[in-house]
């Protein structure tokens, strides 16, 4: 029976290419040192020392995305995306026909998850897709909610930066590891502009990597949105066994991680 594909996000082609990479210049390696050539004692060493470089930080990255690859794995043992994606979904309600917006929708993961959960609603996906994430498609999506036996879910192609869509159009937003992705915009107003279409009354659940180097003060923000009207907002650190332990957080480089929660 076909499962849904959530993919991955370290990519298997990175995979491929760091493998092969650090394969090429360890065979390399060996071939120079066991046969006679027309460089200088110097040069071949040089080469040598270059190759031995290459083949250390390769190999290295390999393994460190083979271990990655399979703590985020859908299929794998660790399931660390599964467990981030339902437990952000699980902050999710969505009134009797109301309608939630998932912002940066992917494989239609989190999507997906919340319409499961909100069976009396209806949740919609956005995402610019494009090159940087080419495994990733609107397509990809749909599949995957038919593959999970879920019809109250569509998918769209949307801006974080600019969304489609009018204010308080939504009952639920949400999101989770987006924004960081995002160069060169202030992510304290991609988060505002995300919440410009939350209906009043309505829940949010924002997961990504908001560290102070990123996003700035969020304490703040957080007092910021209360000063707004906002009746509830809460910053929860889901690397400390929440979603992830702390090792776990630094061993995968997602220190900084943080759940944004609340009601409009």
Same mark, same amino acid.
């Given at each position: ?23 090429? $210049?360890?065979? #390399? ?19 040598? !020392? ?7 930080? @390769?190999?290295?990255? $390999?393994?460190? @995305? ?6 985020? $794995? ?30 940066? @929708? ?7 998850? @919340? ?25 990809? #999506? ?17 801006? !974080? ?51 102070? $180097? ?9 007092? !910021? ?40």
């Amino acid at each position: 029976m076909e499962k849904p594909d959530y993919k991955n996000w370290v990519p298997k082609g990175m995979l491929i290419a760091l493998s092969t990479a650090s394969i090429i $210049s360890i065979l #390399c390696i060996l071939l120079l040192g066991t046969i006679s050539t027309s460089l200088s004692g110097t040069a071949q060493a040089i080469i040598i !020392a270059l190759l031995g470089i290459v083949f250390l930080v @390769c190999g290295i990255s $390999s393994v460190w @995305c083979i271990i990655a690859y399979r703590a985020f $794995s859908y299929n794998g043992k660790r399931k660390l995306s599964r467990q981030i994606v339902n437990g952000t979904a699980a902050y999710i309600t969505i009134p009797e026909g109301g309608k939630g917006l998932d912002i940066g @929708c992917g494989s239609g993961a989190l999507t997906i998850a @919340c319409a499961k959960r909100n069976r009396q609603g209806t949740m919609m996906g956005v995402d610019r897709w494009g090159k940087d994430y080419a495994s990733f498609s609107k397509g990809l #999506c749909e599949h995957n909610a038919e593959l999970e036996g879920v019809h109250n879910v569509s998918f769209a192609r949307g801006n !974080a930066i600019k969304l489609q869509f009018p204010d308080e159009s939504f009952d639920a937003v949400t999101s989770n590891y987006v924004y960081h992705n995002i160069t060169g915009m202030d992510k304290q107003r991609l988060l505002l502009e995300s919440l410009r279409v939350l209906k009043k009354g309505g829940v949010f659940a924002i997961h990504d990597l908001m560290s102070p $180097s990123r996003y700035g003060d969020m304490n703040s923000f957080v007092k !910021a949105l209360k000063d707004m009207g906002y009746e509830e907002v809460n910053l929860i650190d889901t690397t400390k066994n929440m979603f992830m332990t702390s090792s776990e957080a630094r061993k995968f480089m997602l220190t900084g991680s943080s759940l944004l929660v609340g009601r409009k």
